[in-house]
């Protein structure tokens, strides 16, 4: 009754000591809420990269407004990763979407936009985000359905985000291929 009987600033206090107290004793804040789609971006869970084989498990879905506290709060160590992170990732498939106010990790190939039954079902794209970028680097490019984009823009882009269009400049020898029933890349 003492707590709710005082003044708002003595309020603030009390709660801001416990806010500290926690973190003090290695609680995690919340940095996956989010309300909409394109909150959410794709972080590792380990500070110094993902393996080359990575699995949704080696990321994590965090808001995009909360990364610096997400990688705070998940690294211990800020130096001696040399050489643990992966030079050359596999394609991308984990995206990073707004889920019942979550921020998530979603596989790709779990994704009717990466399904195919013919080559020409696919197309190449650098990266995952909601606006591709004109040019990349050939471990940034996956594949998905030529028909799928308007369900990727669904999972990464906010409502009111407008990309710009450009030509893509793709590396020589990079074709989008049907492999499996999923897009995929051939380099």
């Known amino acids: 009754m003492y707590i709710a009987a005082a003044s708002s600033q003595r309020w603030r206090v009390i709660v801001a000591g416990l806010v500290v107290g926690a973190m003090a004793i290695g609680c995690k804040r919340d ?19 993902a393996p080359c084989d990575a699995t949704a498990s080696d990321f ?3 808001n995009v407004d909360r990364m610096h506290e997400f990688r705070q709060d998940s690294c211990d160590v800020v130096d001696g990763c040399d050489g643990l992170g992966c030079t050359t990732p596999t394609a991308p498939r ?16 779990d994704l009717p936009l990466s399904a ?18 004109c ?20 999972l990464t882009c906010a409502p009111d985000d407008r990309c710009g269009g450009c ?14 029933g999923r897009c995929s890349v051939s380099r």
Do not use: K
């Open 116 to 133: 195919c039954s013919a080559d020409e079902d696919c197309i190449l794209r650098f990266g995952l985000g909601c606006c591709e970028p």
């Open 94 to 109: 984990f995206l990073a979407t707004c889920r019942d106010e979550q921020c998530v990790v979603q596989d790709t190939a």
């Open 31 to 49: 940095t996956s809420a989010c309300d909409a789609p394109g909150q959410c971006a794709l972080m590792t869970t380990d500070c110094c990269g």
């Open 167 to 180: 030509f893509h400049d793709y590396p020589p020898g990079a074709t989008a291929v049907c492999v499996d």
């Open 60 to 62: 994590s879905a965090v």
């Open 135 to 154: 040019s990349g680097e050939a471990a940034q490019l996956t594949s998905v359905r030529a028909d799928g984009l308007a369900e990727l823009a669904a």
